[in-house]
């Protein structure tokens, strides 16, 4: 959970030194290796990636054309430009094509060997972000602002350790915790003082909304860590159970320079999610044992 805690202060501090620049031939190197090294602990940025590494294009009858970065481990290709660049707009280039930077990564590594071919391409202009996956090469890129990676820096763990993608924003509800909440609804309604009651009903469904978030946050890599809920949680009893969800949702709807400064370690790893989904106290009633393995359940 520290771990986590440290990266999105790191994520914090590379934002803050990088958000006004964005000098592409002066900057791109420091940039990439910064963030590698800063963010996602890389202790030798400078043999992990590579720069200005030459390829023979098709459409370029004499010399080489240069891609800005690689990364030979994860078999990501980078294309920078300048902050003043829009990513979706198409340039000029030396052969008299018109490309969006993302199309120029694409002409780059078609000249690549085949064992290096890029899984990845991002293009970047020090503010944004473009993530484009190779198995899916027309779908729309996934976007990251420069701005916002101090809470979404997961996003771009592909760099270095391609068996961990979290590239989605979107929550998604996971099959897992689909099958569990009709059975937990029920489960949960029968604790309340009278299950009748519409307003019970009301805090039941966001309770369930939130629990399902949970569920799919830790394994989509959202709180940062995998397993990240469970393994908190799992600490406490049935009798203890509830007290906890409550103090865990407010942390998750406070901004981490409002929160507590001596909460314990593992509560404040947890991010702060906007939007307004912890916002505001809700009903919860007692949790049994029968449901707290439900939401924990063994072997996980």
Known sequence: MATDTKQRQAAKAFVKDWLEKGYEKGETARFWMDLLGRVFGITTPAQFIQFEIPVKTILKEKGSDFIDGYIPSTKVLIEQKGSHVDLSAKYRQSDGQELTPYQQGRRYAAGLPLSMAPKWIVACNFTTFEVHDMERPNDAPEVIQLADLEKEYHRLSFLVDDTNVHLKKELEVSIQAGEIVGVLYDKILAQYKDPSNPESQKALNKLCVRLVFCLYAEDAGIFGTKDMFHDY?????????????????????????????????????????????????????????????????AGQ
């Open 233 to 297: 949680m799992q600490q406490f009893e049935a009798k203890d159970f509830r007290k906890a969800l409550i103090e865990l949702f407010e942390v998750l709807d406070t901004k981490p320079e409002d929160r507590d400064e001596y909460m314990d370690e593992e509560l404040a790893a947890f991010p702060y999610v906007n939007g307004g989904m912890f916002a505001g106290e809700i009903e919860i009633p007692r949790i049994t044992d029968e449901i707290r393995n439900l939401i924990l359940p």
